[in-house]
């Protein structure tokens, strides 16, 4: 019981924090502090759970690959592409609420960190014929971003789940796909549905005279494909090559400063706009509080506590990755973290991994160390818990539907 109001009492530091309006990377730092104290460690363990995040190859790749993503986001965005891309999806005749729902949903296809910044763009350009407020603008985009996340075979946790559960990977989407459709919906009834325009767009562009294309319709139909191509051969560079994040998004920055034939000023103002002092020390201050987490041990007396107690590997799962993900902000952290109890203690119970992983993306999902949130709430300006709220609402929807689908009320 120690360990758990330890670890809630240091989530309550940092969120107090940063509703303060206080930068992430500090108010991470001070949970670390936080946590070291309340559970007694020595000052030489934080210094070496500093040392180790520095040491880590891991956080390097996180920080260079999310450099890289910031780069790739400030070419589409200032070269004009994405509102071109806009434009030729209005000529398409789809509505508005589809593309601020759809932009961020096709570009969670892609697993790549910090990757809520390349459909912030799409859904700013898409809400402005609607009244929303940053904070409804991050939800939106935050949400929709992550439906696949049950689903896409390309997911690190999902890929990380079918391992240590030995549940094969077609199984576990076949029994988790039907909350990406429950996450379509509660998102929309939430989000979108009550949203209110405030004016018209223009009309769409159409074929002249003669049928054919125009100028101005094949210019966007290239947009197009430069906006896609990169996110896709990104897919392919990681997924089909097996290339580290970092490397394959260096590549396509690198290609795409030659195909958009930047000059040096536009050069440095991308590599300026890439190196953001907040975003990457907010970043680093995330993993030196996982890695602090995991020097400290404290998570052991929460499990250690639930063993105690006769209770339901359902719920023991739940709360397990409930607590992984909250805490880590990452599917690969609350899966590894929980699944291999969760194995232990039901073995082979694809309902207790399907509880566990639902509940598990709804602590990634709430937790205030999730990278795509904390860049969301960057691009927009939104307020940390205003833009939470809505995501809270969705969860218990979520939540409570695993939980009914199982009858563990």
Known sequence: MQSVGIIFFTLIVVVVLL?????????????????????????????????????????WEILIALFFVMC????????????????????KSFSDKFLLAGMPAFLGFLPSLGGALFSAPMVENASRRYAMSPEQKTAVNYW???????????????????QITRIPLSDLIGSLFIYVLVAVLVGWLVCLAGIKELGDIPPAERLDETGCESVSQRRS??????????????????????????????????????VLRQNVVDIKAMLRHGLD????????????????????????????????????????????????????????????????????????????VSVGFVLGIAGQMLSPMHLCFLVTIRYFGADFVRSMRPIAIMEVLMVGFVLLRYGVF
């Open 144 to 162: 929709f971003r992550h439906i696949w996340e049950f689903a896409n075979p390309i997911m690190p946790g999902l890929l990380l789940a079918a």
């Open 221 to 258: 139909r290239n947009s197009v494909l430069l906006t896609v191509g990169p996110i896709l051969l990104n897919i392919f560079l990681v997924v089909g090559l097996n290339l580290a994040a970092s490397l394959s998004m260096a590549i396509v920055v690198v290609l795409m400063t030659w």
């Open 72 to 91: 790739l986001e400030y070419q589409l965005r200032t070269s004009g592409l994405l509102d071109e891309v806009m434009a030729v999806a209005r000529t």
């Open 277 to 352: 002092r907040k975003l990457l020390w907010g970043i680093g201050s995330v993993l030196l509080f996982q890695q602090v987490l995991q020097d400290t041990g404290v998570l052991t007396g929460v499990v250690k506590m639930l063993d105690q107690f006769q209770i339901s590997p359902l719920i023991v799962a739940g709360v397990l990755a409930f607590s992984g993900g909250i805490l880590t902000g990452t599917s690969g952290g609350f899966v590894a973290l929980s699944m291999p109890i969760i194995v232990a203690l039901a073995p082979g119970n694809i309902a207790a």
């Open 19 to 59: 509703h303060r309006k206080i930068e992430i990377g500090h108010s991470m730092l001070a949970g670390s502090l936080v946590l070291t104290a309340l559970t007694f460690s020595s000052p030489l363990l934080f210094l070496h759970s500093f040392v180790m995040t520095v040491r880590l190859p891991n956080t």
